[in-house]
């Protein structure tokens, strides 16, 4: 009987032991990035939750070239800034790289996906601009994600839209009508 007693003791002291030791942070990241210009940098948040000061490692990888600027630690419960710097290398237009950040505090690890959005600095962003805002590429890629619910809102809002502006154009033209016949009266 005092066997199974010190057993379980013996247990629920480890438990407590091994719980309070853990290793804990968080991160704040942006989910997307748009470099314009030669480069543009942007943070992350580290936040410390353990006990114990803890090593800092930042990894970035990415299909262009970037610079990662960290501190070695991060002291308990306090945040540490990592400033990430991308460098556009001229790539044509507009094009997505889908990029990781892994950042590791002592023996923890946490991974995030960064989409870096990049955006060509030549003389003709308003040009492509335009061409990428009326374009509907992006509609089709997306709108396969639809589900059957929001086809038939879309489609509803298009006959919707569709009588709105037969409408305005009838009411204007009969306007424009009654104008002109009161005119020459």
Same mark, same amino acid.
Do not use: C, H
């Given at each position: 009987?005092?066997?199974? $007693? ?14 309070? !030791? ?7 990241? /942006?989910?997307?990035?748009? !470099? #314009? ?16 000061? #803890? ?12 610079? !990662?600027?960290? /501190?070695?630690? !991060? ?15 001229? #790539? /044509?237009?507009?094009? =997505?790289?889908?990029?990781?950040? =892994? ?8 991974? $995030? ?5 990049? +955006? ?21 890629? =997306? ?15 298009? +006959? ?5 502006? +037969? ?6 033209? $009969? ?11």
């Amino acid at each position: 009987m005092f066997n199974s $007693k010190l057993n379980v003791a013996i247990f629920l002291l480890a438990l407590l032991v091994l719980s309070s !030791v853990s290793f804990a942070f968080s991160l704040t990241s /942006p989910d997307s990035i748009e !470099v #314009q210009g030669k480069e543009t940098y942007f943070l992350v948040k580290v936040f410390n939750e353990s006990k114990d000061d #803890q090593l800092l490692k930042v990894n970035f990888y990415s299909t262009t070239q970037s610079s !990662v600027s960290a /501190p070695k630690s !991060v002291a308990s419960n306090a945040y540490a800034d990592v400033k990430i710097t991308v460098f556009n290398n001229n #790539q /044509p237009n507009y094009n =997505e790289i889908d990029s990781k950040l =892994e950042i590791y505090l002592g023996k923890d690890l946490e991974e $995030k996906n960064i989409t870096l959005k990049m +955006i060509s600095s030549g003389e003709n962003n308003s040009a492509n601009f335009f061409v990428g805002l009326f374009s509907l590429g992006s509609f089709f890629t =997306e709108s396969t994600s639809f589900t059957i619910t929001e086809w038939i809102v879309f489609w509803v809002l298009v +006959i919707v839209a569709a009588i709105l502006i +037969i409408a305005f154009i009838s009411r204007v033209t $009969k306007r424009s009508k009654k104008e002109k016949e009161d005119w020459e009266d």
